[in-house]
């Protein structure tokens, strides 16, 4: 019987590993999101000290996020990894116990966090750039529709739930001890996915000439290696930052879209997460029971779309394809500005997750496929830099531009506004013509074999590109 295509990774022993590792991180990022609010209420804290703590966090991941893209592209990132869920399992682990002993203050919890959001600016560059050496090119559609599922499955529903659950028959203190724990699995899971040789490292050896498909050859913008070992450390890791926004400038298909993106957090982001909850309290007449559901609305279309899109092939039209589920994506958003009904704010926030998530999973691998090698690390910290850069600022200007505008006219401005700039950014970085001429249509499975059936003659497979060229996102 032929494995559904969403599963087909997970029949790899190396990548079931690497799963498990970012499942059991994602159900502890959603424990302590919970663990974290009641523990500093525990403590006598308010809205204020919570604020200090997420803040500590938002800085310290702004840190480390383009040094994290340079380092994966240097070092191996099953060791990053690892090093990642091993400080984390014991910086939270010590907060753990200092609650569970009476002893736990604000700072200490601020400090963690700081530590936390340096090591998520480390994780995702890392994790980016080590799935494409643990799962076959035609596969990676399908292992990051499974990252776009569990994802808010396990972080925005799970863990949540379960650190709910903790935190009623116990204390806050138990749910930190198991976000602790699930750093402790994470890494167990991670020794157990084999040290390969990282792409970067195989992109290096295979000769400065290699073609890259498509896109800018990153010989024009890497140092030699004769100059990179005579810099210090640390200037080569800020030489390997500006040759990635080398990259990003002069590849027009990433550049335009990281522009787009960039614009449409900033759009959105403020007004769905700052208005929509004003929305329904005054608006809607609702209250926290109808805001959840609005966002388990959105998580579920999330994971949704994420399994639609892992069971299909790439399109041929993968760019095109991508921008638009992003700006036609947002069109629902209008129906917040519009309507006193829970129940439609539901339905939209159901098509937007959907949308917003189903792109995502071609973003992702559309940079594994097409970014070389020994910039994917780099380039996948860029993507997740954009993310963090534009949240606080779309989230800060949303408040008072409800205020100005009302909050129909802001959600009109959302839900539109993106569907112009992602046509003008396909237009613009000519998509249409790009996506033509570096296809993606993936080669077709060997099938499985059956018992007494006679095997279909294997189809005949497009030429692999050199190890230095193989791209992703």
């Known amino acids: 019987m032929t494995t559904p295509r969403a599963l087909r990774p997970l029949r790899n022993p190396a990548y079931r590993w690497l799963a498990a590792a970012l499942v059991s991180s994602l159900i502890g990022t959603g424990v302590w999101i919970v663990a974290l609010v009641w523990q500093i209420v525990a403590i006598g804290g308010g809205a204020a000290e919570l604020s200090l703590v997420a803040g500590a966090s938002a800085v310290g991941m702004l840190l480390t996020t383009l040094l994290g893209g340079a380092l994966a592209d240097r070092m191996s990132q099953r060791r990053i990894l690892l090093v990642v869920e091993v400080i984390r399992a014991a910086s939270v682990g010590m907060v753990a116990l200092l609650s569970l002993a009476g002893a736990l203050a604000t700072w200490q919890l601020a400090a963690v966090a700081f530590v936390g959001g340096v090591l998520s600016g480390l994780y995702y560059p890392a994790y980016s750039a080590l799935l494409p050496t643990v799962v076959p090119e035609d596969e990676l559609l399908a292992a990051n529709g499974f990252e776009g599922m569990a994802r808010p499955v ?29 750093g402790v699995v994470a890494a167990a899971c991670i020794l157990r996915v084999p040290e390969t040789a990282g792409r970067g490292v195989q992109a290096a050896t295979a000769g400065a000439g290699s073609d890259v498909r498509g896109d800018a050859n990153p010989s024009d913008t890497e140092p030699s290696s004769a100059d990179d070992a005579a810099r210090h450390p640390a200037l080569a890791l800020l030489v390997d930052v500006r040759d990635g926004f080398a990259y990003m400038v002069h590849t027009p298909w990433l550049l335009g879209t990281l522009m787009f993106a960039s614009l449409l957090i900033l759009l959105i982001m403020g007004p769905f997460e700052v208005l929509v909850p004003f929305v329904i309290k005054d608006v809607a007449r609702g209250g926290p029971e109808e805001h959840a559901l609005v966002l388990a609305a959105f998580g579920i ?9 892992a069971s299909l092939r790439m399109p041929r039209r993968y760019l095109t394809v991508m921008n638009l589920l992003w700006a036609l994506g947002c069109l629902p958003l209008i129906a917040f500005g519009l309507t006193d ?8 926030a159901f098509l937007v997750g959907a949308a917003f998530n189903g792109g995502v999973v071609i973003w ?37 531009a409800g205020e100005s505008l009302g909050l129909p006219a802001v959600f009109l401005i959302a839900g539109a506004a993106p569907l112009v700039i992602g046509v003008v950014a396909i237009v613009a970085a000519r998509m249409t013509r790009d996506e033509l001429a570096n296809p993606l249509a993936e080669p077709q499975p060997e099938p499985e074999p059956a018992t007494g059936a006679e095997r279909s003659p294997e189809p005949e497979r497009e030429p692999e590109f050199a190890s230095a060229t193989l791209a992703t996102a």
């Open 341 to 348: 009904e829970v129940w439609v704010m539901v339905v939209a």
């Open 154 to 182: 396990l972080m925005q529903a799970g863990g949540p739930a379960l650190a709910s659950a903790l935190i009623a028959v116990t204390s806050p203190g138990a749910a930190l001890a198991v976000t602790a724990l699930s």
């Open 301 to 309: 279309g999330g994971a949704v779309g994420s399994a639609v899109i």
């Open 364 to 400: 992702g691998t559309l940079l594994q496929r097409r970014v070389p090698a020994e910039m994917l690390g780099r380039v996948s910290s860029l993507d997740f830099f954009v993310s963090l850069a534009f949240m606080p600022l779309s989230m800060a200007l949303a408040g008072p």
